[in-house]
């Protein structure tokens, strides 16, 4: 079954404005994740919080973390058009040898 | 220098045909995994070798194989293709221990007939 799950699936919005998806989750974590991937492409990484942190700020990118909620959002501001792509949040477990939880992603297209 | 290449990058092929995706990574890192992503995107893990060892191998069919001749490369081999096996397949590694930080290759887009 999907661990995280976005929302949500689509988002539009003109340059400028900021860009808010949000990703839940079902069991414990170590750490959850934020990937983009561009169209036809593979996923980039983004961002990692680990499960006690509560924020984590990179460039435009402001990533929290509710672990009583299991629940994440991911901020992009100011976006721009090259911020147009899917979003995908991912959980690790710290028992699973590596192993990703992917969300079915959010949609983000960034009109000029 | 690409970090995770594979090949190709797009695959058609008939039903009960057999085919092999290559993957190569030149990070130095000691995991590879494979993922496949279906029409609606969702991307779900199917293997992961650390080391050369086999350490995730999630319910897919035995008619897909991976094979790790060394730490920098992870193949995929598919025998009797099946329709539902259209997808675009991600190869992916990682260092353990780094929290787990993946790196993904550009896809192999698999079209069966």
């Known amino acids: 079954s999907q661990q995280g799950e976005e929302d949500p699936q689509a988002l539009s919005i003109q340059e400028g404005e900021n860009a808010t998806m949000n990703c839940s989750y079902k069991t414990s974590i170590n750490n959850l994740q934020w990937y983009r991937q561009n169209s036809g492409r593979g996923l980039v990484h983004l961002i990692l919080i680990r499960s006690n942190e509560r924020e984590k700020h990179s460039g435009r990118l402001r990533v929290t973390l509710d672990t009583s909620k299991k629940s994440s959002s991911l901020l992009i501001t100011a976006s721009r058009a090259a911020d147009t792509a899917s979003y995908f949040c991912?959980?690790?477990?710290?028992?699973?040898?590596?192993?990703?939880?992917f969300g079915a992603g959010t949609q983000v297209v960034v009109t000029p | 220098d690409t970090a995770v290449s594979q090949t190709p990058k797009y695959l058609v092929t008939q039903m009960g045909n057999d085919k092999s995706i290559k993957c190569e990574q030149n990070l130095g890192h000691d995991t590879m995994y494979w993922y496949k992503q279906d029409s609606k995107k969702f991307l779900k893990i199917m293997f992961s070798?650390?080391?050369?060892?086999?350490?995730i191998n999630e319910t897919v069919p035995n008619r897909f194989s991976p094979k790790s001749p060394d730490k920098a490369h992870l193949n995929l081999h598919i025998n009797s293709l099946e329709l539902g096996d259209s997808a675009v397949y991600f190869c992916a590694s990682s260092q353990l221990g780094q929290a787990y930080e993946q790196y993904f290759g550009p896809g192999t887009r698999l079209t069966v007939t």
């Open positions: 991912a959980t690790a477990r710290g028992d699973s040898w590596g192993k990703l939880q």
């Open positions: 070798y650390n080391n050369k060892e086999l350490i």
